[in-house]
T-cell receptor, first 114, second 113 residues
C-alpha cells in the first residue's frame, strides 16, 4: 500500500522567511504532484514532477523530486501572505507508464504572518 | 476553456436516502477520478475511469458507493442508503496523457443529517 507523509503538517512563518515542506512516499511511482487548496475551495495544481532530479519553479515556490530517496520538497522563498494555504503532495498509485488515482499526504497548513 | 464542473454544489440529505453526484470533465480528457475529502483531512481516492477500460474501484469504501461514466464524458457517483459518515466534499478530477495532471472540479459538499 502506497503511503505519503508530509511534514510539517502545520507551519506558521513570517513574511520574508524561507522554508521547506517535505513529502516522503513509500513505494516506487512515476509521478508526483503538488497542489494548493485555499479554505473552502478546490485544489489548484502547482507542479507535476515526472522524473528523478526534476525541479520546477513558479514565483516563490520551487519543487524537486528525488525518486531514489522517495522524497519531494516544496521550497518557499521570501514568503508573502498570499502564499497562506494548505499544500498537498500526491503520488500516482501506478508505476509503469500508465496512471491511476492519487494517494495524497495529509497536507501542510501554512500560515504566513506579516 | 471550461474546467471540470460538478453538480450540485451542495446537497443535504436525510440518513438512509440515496444521492447522485454529477461530474462533467474537461472536454477531451480521457481519465476521470472521484475523491472524498472529509473536514480538515486530505483526499481519499474512490474510483478511476480511463477510456473504455474497466474502472479501478479499489477506493470505494463500501458497496453502497458506485459510479458510472458514459464514454469519455459525464460521470455520476451514487451513494445508496447514506450514513452520517458519508458527509464530506466529493471532488471530481480529469486528466490527459502523458502527464496525467489532474484538474479538479469545485466539489459537491454532501451533508447527511
Amino acid at each position: 500500500e502506497l503511503k505519503v507523509e508530509q511534514n510539517p503538517l502545520f507551519l506558521s512563518m513570517q513574511e520574508g522567511k524561507n522554508y521547506t515542506i517535505y513529502c516522503n512516499y513509500s513505494t516506487t511511482s512515476d509521478r508526483l504532484y503538488w497542489y494548493r487548496q485555499d479554505p473552502g475551495k478546490s485544489l489548484e495544481s502547482l507542479f507535476v514532477l515526472l522524473s528523478n532530479g526534476a525541479v520546477k519553479q513558479e514565483g516563490r515556490l520551487m519543487a524537486s523530486l528525488d525518486t531514489k530517496a522517495r522524497l519531494s520538497t516544496l521550497h518557499i522563498t521570501a514568503a508573502v501572505h498570499d502564499l497562506s494555504a494548505t499544500y498537498f503532495c500526491a503520488v500516482d498509485m501506478y508505476s509503469g507508464g500508465g496512471a491511476d488515482g492519487l494517494t495524497f499526504g495529509k497536507g501542510t497548513h501554512l500560515i504566513i504572518q506579516p | 476553456g471550461a474546467g471540470v464542473s460538478q453538480s450540485p454544489s451542495n446537497k443535504v440529505t436525510e440518513k438512509g436516502k440515496d444521492v447522485e453526484l454529477r461530474c462533467d470533465p474537461i472536454s477531451g480528457h480521457t481519465a476521470l477520478y472521484w475523491y472524498r475529502q472529509r473536514l480538515g483531512q486530505g483526499l481519499e481516492f474512490l474510483i478511476y475511469f480511463q477510456g473504455n477500460s474497466a474502472p479501478d474501484k479499489s477506493g470505494l469504501p463500501s458497496d453502497r458507493f458506485s459510479a458510472e461514466r458514459t464514454g469519455e464524458s459525464v460521470s455520476t457517483l451514487t451513494i445508496q442508503r447514506t450514513q452520517q459518515e458519508d458527509s464530506a466534499v466529493y471532488l471530481c478530477a480529469s486528466s490527459l496523457y502523458p502527464t496525467y495532471e489532474q484538474y479538479f472540479g469545485p466539489g459537491t459538499r454532501l451533508t447527511v443529517t
